[in-house]
């Protein structure tokens, strides 16, 4: 009898020092993980870790000696074993997030083909027979590199006719004097906006992906020392289908010059339509700012750094459709109306904004950041709008709310989000301001101008809606920015807290 149980004694220490042995080899594996994460302070990581060595010492030790209480010590080691090893899978999941977002260096640009929507074409392969109208005074090597593409499909050269913009080539099309166009889907939004019903006369049944590298010195600026002096950052907000980037126009175009020594930012919203050059695409003729982002983010940065005479360090991109997905993350935001409205009919929800301050979970953002036909301003207030969304993330972002939902902050942001920033700068941002919690002063500021229309870059011979320039409002801005840059205490501010 003594031998079963002294038997059974020591079958029953076997086990639990297998079962320690497990949550020893899982506990290794979580502090790897914590470490290579290095989004906490190293003292931090380093309690953590000594916090589950000694959850992990405890029942070893009890299963080694078999003291009193060793089914407990069994029991306490399984449960530490499934947090670590939930635990290991979230942060490994997280670094790769957290890779997935930063360091880019590309953008897609989509070349597609259209027909009229009642041509009996649906694929690239029926157009053999097919003129093709292009235009080469916008992406004209991605329009030579289409064709080429295009003539290797077909097993032919194919035909095309030359036309001197955008619009005429447009006009080709719906008047029948070609079968096709070769174009820059980014040009679609143009397209309808100058052409009614654009979209609905059309189909698209080709389309050729373009990856290209950026123009972005700050892409190499590792020594940007990101908590100890000032840089900045242009947001972007865009509203296109497929990858985050795809190259197309930016609704919302926000600089925000951070100093990471006072604590301060400032928010500059720039309107969507400003009429300004591109530096290095337009040759001294102005276009819409929105309009940069089609030929790429760097193109955007490029424009807002000359206005405003400061250097754009980096950028983050916002795609709308998953914009809500991160507010519901941030755990909602708080959005001033300029104006009481509410939704039009068929949109997600129904959804009444009054004048001021609303609190608005994800869909409900969305919902009043593409709102347009119930605005005063139409299509100029909606962009205000988007700014607005936007800029009530960031203030969120920026308080230390942001921690209690990092996990499904990180999550929500994975598909949405791009950034030049590298994995390490993103790293010590977030490290410092776990390190040192201190509530930020926001400031926002917004360049104004006056309603014109006026021939455009790329769409020549149209004549759109833009915003011509107020140069007071921009010269206060760039005195401001000085302030900031300078260390002064700015004036007017938010606290995120």
């Not at 907000?237 to 990471?260: C, H, Y």
């Not at 400003?274 to 530096?279: D, S």
């Not at 942001?402 to 942001?413: K, N, P, Q």
């Amino acid at each position: 009898m003594k031998k079963q149980q002294k038997k059974r004694k020591k079958t029953k220490k076997k086990i639990g020092v297998f079962i320690c042995l497990i949550q020893g080899i899982l506990t290794l594996i979580f502090s790897v993980a914590l470490l290579r994460l290095n989004l906490l302070p190293l003292t931090y990581s380093l309690l953590i870790i000594l916090i589950f060595g000694v959850f992990w010492l405890i029942p070893f030790i009890n299963q080694v000696t078999y003291i009193r209480y060793g089914s407990a010590g069994k029991i306490l080691s399984m449960c530490m074993s499934m947090l670590l090893f939930f635990g290991g899978f979230y942060l490994f999941k997280t670094q790769g997030m957290v890779a997935n977002i930063s360091g880019n260096d590309e953008k897609v640009d989509k070349i597609v083909v259209a027909v009229l929507k009642d041509d009996t074409a649906e694929t690239i392969e029926e157009t053999s027979d097919y003129v093709f109208g292009v235009q080469y005074a916008l992406k004209k090597n991605d329009i030579k590199k289409a064709e080429k593409k295009i003539s290797q499909i077909l097993k032919k050269d194919i035909s095309t006719e030359k036309y001197n913009n955008l619009s005429e080539q447009a006009e080709a099309l719906l008047n029948g004097e070609v079968q096709a166009i070769i174009y820059n889907d980014a040009y679609t939004s143009m397209l309808q906006e100058s052409y009614d019903g654009f979209n609905e006369k059309t189909k698209i049944i080709y389309t050729y992906e373009i990856v290209s590298k950026l123009d972005i010195q700050s892409l190499d600026k590792e020594d940007v020392k990101l908590m100890k002096e000032p840089f900045t950052v242009y947001l972007s907000g865009i509203d296109v289908k497929g990858s985050i980037e795809t190259t197309g126009r930016s609704d919302v175009n926000v600089l925000a010059v951070v100093n990471p020594i006072t604590h301060q930012v400032l928010l500059i919203t720039t309107p969507r339509d400003y009429y300004i050059e591109l530096p290095g695409i337009s040759m001294g003729m102005n276009d819409k700012l929105t309009h940069a982002g089609i030929y790429g983010v760097d193109v955007s940065m490029a424009a807002l750094s000359e206005l405003y005479d400061v250097p754009v360090d980096f950028y983050a991109r916002v795609n709308f459709t998953s914009l809500p997905k991160i507010v519901d993350a941030l755990g909602g935001i708080d959005v001033y109306s300029e104006s009481e409205f509410e939704s039009t009919p068929g949109a997600a929800i129904k959804l009444y904004a009054k004048e001021g301050i609303n609190h608005f979970n994800g869909i409900e953002a969305l919902t009043f950041a593409r709102e347009r036909e119930n605005l005063p301003g139409g299509d100029y207030q909606r962009g205000r709008n988007h700014e607005a969304v936007i800029t009530a993330m960031i203030k969120k972002a920026l308080s230390p709310a942001i921690l209690i939902g990092a996990a499904e902050i990180m999550d929500s942001v994975s598909d949405g989000v791009d950034t030049n920033m590298s994995m390490n700068q993103i790293q010590g941002l977030i490290k410092s301001q776990i390190a040192n919690p201190a509530s930020w002063e926001i400031k926002s500021v917004a360049a104004t101008g006056t309603d014109s229309e006026e021939d455009c870059f790329s769409m020549p011979g149209v004549y759109p809606f833009v915003c011509i320039p107020d140069m007071e409002s921009v010269e206060e801005i760039k005195y401001t920015i000085n302030q900031l840059v300078r260390g002064e205490k700015l004036s007017d501010v938010e606290v995120a807290e």
